[in-house]
């Protein structure tokens, strides 16, 4: 089974900071298999990014992943009050999905 | 548009079961591989099992296999998840999503279960 561990744990920023969210695979993913999501409290989450690097439907072009391997970003150019959220990697192998722990980007 | 309406959670003794319950509408049910995911209270995302569009191939996470059996039926527009054995550990709200391709594209709002004598 892949482990994916995403750093840092909690980013504390202001609102017009840049942000870069690491996710980190323990072996090669394709990057076909690759997606990014976010998470508001007491909402479910929203995909905002899948095959590593292209964006969902309606999401924002301030959102962008990049990455291959086992090492794979998503960076918000510019942050938006709406932007402070939970952001989980999600990687498909083997028939099974795992999730990496997430990364809480909060009000500085 | 797309809506998941999750139902059946609620409270249960340790060792009991549960049946949940999503009720999709807004895109083609039977053309569309399914999947729950779990959140346990303050914690992250876990994915628990899912289904081929036809239903005929399933798969689960391994520490529910044996205990969760998912199914679903395409005349009712409706995805299941069975639950036996239920533990403290399987607390959690349980999410309905529409997976494209390697992906969640659509999710619902959750189903609470919480395993507590």
């Known amino acids: 089974e892949i482990v994916l561990t995403q750093s840092p744990g909690t980013l504390s920023l202001s609102p017009g900071e840049r942000v870069t969210l690491s996710c980190r695979a323990s072996?090669?993913?394709?990057?076909?298999?690759l997606a990014w999501y976010q998470q508001k409290p007491g909402q479910a989450p929203r995909l905002l990014i899948y095959?590593?690097?292209s964006r969902a439907t309606g999401i924002p072009d301030r959102f962008s992943g990049s990455g291959s391997g086992t090492d794979f970003t998503l960076t918000i150019s510019r942050l938006e009050p709406e932007d402070f959220a939970v952001y989980y990697c999600?990687?498909?192998?083997?028939?099974?999905?795992?999730f990496g722990p997430g990364t809480k980007v909060d009000i500085k | 548009e797309v809506q998941l309406l999750e139902s059946g959670g609620g409270l249960v003794q340790p060792g009991g079961s549960l049946r949940l319950s999503c009720a999709a509408s807004?895109?083609?049910?039977?053309?569309?591989?399914m999947s729950w995911v779990r959140q346990a209270p303050g914690k992250g995302l876990e994915w628990v099992s899912g289904?081929?569009?036809?239903?005929?191939?399933?798969y689960c996470a391994d520490s529910v296999k044996g205990r969760f059996t998912i199914s679903r039926d395409n005349s009712k527009n409706t995805l299941y998840l069975q639950m036996n054995g239920l533990r403290a550990e399987d607390t959690a709200l349980y999410y309905c999503?529409?997976?494209?391709?390697?992906?969640?594209?659509?999710w619902g709002q959750g189903t609470l279960v919480t395993v507590s004598s």
């Open positions: 072996q090669s993913v394709s990057s076909n298999y």
């Open positions: 289904i081929s569009s036809p239903g005929d191939s399933t």
């Open positions: 807004g895109f083609s049910f039977s053309n569309s591989a």
């Open positions: 095959g590593a690097s």
């Open positions: 999503a529409k997976r494209y391709s390697y992906y969640f594209d659509s």
């Open positions: 999600q990687q498909f192998g083997s028939s099974l999905f795992t």
